[in-house]
């Protein structure tokens, strides 16, 4: 399948998805996770139209950068290690994957400008998965005032894989409670308005939850290597 037949694909299960719940199909962005395809499939994505890219290592994402910039909009979706800060805020417009104050104070540090950052939460408890518990987010986005050059502009999870998508639905809801007691808080530098969750298996219950941002590898750009 070209990538073009894919997302047009996706685009009609993401319409229906909104209409299940009455949203709007344009609060809904798709971010094309290329991390599994080669340059020129992810060129392909982007001749289809794609606006968003994410990769999740540092090297790669920079490498794609490079052959692709100016095209879309970049989102560094893995683990980011200290030492990649530098590079990785200079040339991609947001990160998912704040999840500790030592990379909050590198971030600060190295920023030239504002951050746009998503605070990932493991929302699942699982042992294997990053991201903050759901108890230590409102603490650690309260400590985030003493950054200045971070905007924590939403949060971000990834649910556990399973074989019955419905089963994720209440890790996403619980998102997005979570969303909205940290909008209540009303903190000028994290007006948290964006929701990252939804991927190839889950996104259209993550959609019916309040996703904005759903990251797609498998189903849209299919998987490579
Ligand atoms: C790889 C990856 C995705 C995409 O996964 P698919 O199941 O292939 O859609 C989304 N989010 C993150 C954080 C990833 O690492």
Not at 85 to 97: A, N, T
Not at 189 to 216: H, K, W
Request: hydrophobic share 40%; net charge neutral.
């Amino acid at each position: 399948m070209t990538v073009k037949e894919n997302f047009e694909k996706i685009q009609h299960e993401i319409q229906v998805a909104c209409q299940r719940v009455g949203r709007n199909v344009e609060d809904v962005k798709i971010i094309a996770v290329t991390k599994y395809v080669s340059d020129e499939r992810a060129t392909e994505a982007i001749e289809a139209g794609i606006k968003h890219i994410g990769e999740n290592r540092a090297e790669e994402g920079l490498r794609k950068w490079q052959i692709l910039n100016g095209k879309a909009t970049w989102h560094f979706i893995g683990t980011l290690q200290s030492r990649k800060v530098k590079e990785i805020i200079e040339q991609f417009d947001y990160i998912h994957s704040l999840d500790r104050l030592s990379l909050a104070k590198e971030i600060e540090k190295r920023a030239k400008k504002k951050v746009k950052c998503f605070v990932q939460v493991n929302i699942s408890q699982e042992a294997t998965k990053h991201g903050l518990d759901v108890k230590g987010v409102i603490p650690f986005i309260s400590e985030l005032s003493q950054f200045p050059s971070i905007e924590v502009v939403g949060l971000m999870t990834m649910a556990p894989y399973v074989e019955n998508p419905e089963e994720t639905r209440k890790y996403f809801s619980a998102l997005k409670q979570l969303q909205k007691d940290v909008q209540a808080l009303q903190l000028p530098y994290a007006p948290c308005a964006e929701l990252s969750m939804g991927m190839s298996n889950d996104f259209q219950v993550a959609i019916e939850e309040g996703a904005t941002y759903i990251r797609l590898g498998t189903s849209l750009v299919g998987k490579e290597i």
